[in-house]
């Protein structure tokens, strides 16, 4: 699996606002968890509200900053997001564990 490929397609699903090409990248019983908002989303509908709800909601558009690939199954993500919140612009970072080249886990955060 390509790790650095995988996830700048999954930004570009995500900027274009894509709600299934998104879900596509993780599987089927996924968790996301993100202490910014202080939920964890579970499964295909947790993370279609996340999306929707936080991504699409705010209109937000997600940049990399940058990408550190520790090992074949985890990388960690620093990003710059902007949006229609009241920031404007702020950072965050990116967890992931992969299991059969999908999501499996993902920690999410604001720096």
Do not use: C
């Amino acid at each position: 699996m390509d790790i650095k490929k995988f996830i700048e397609e999954w930004i570009i699903a995500s900027n274009s606002f894509n709600t299934e090409k998104y879900l596509d990248f993780y599987n089927d019983h996924a968790i996301l968890d993100d202490p910014s908002v202080g939920r964890k989303f579970k499964g295909k509908e947790g993370l279609r509200e996340y999306f929707e709800s936080y991504f699409i909601g705010y209109n937000t558009q997600t940049t990399i900053m940058e990408l550190e690939i520790k090992d074949t199954d985890r990388a960690h993500l620093r990003v710059e997001f902007t949006g229609d919140f009241p920031e404007g612009t702020i950072g965050g970072t990116f967890d992931f564990k992969f299991k059969n080249h999908k999501i499996e886990s993902l920690a999410a955060d604001l720096i």
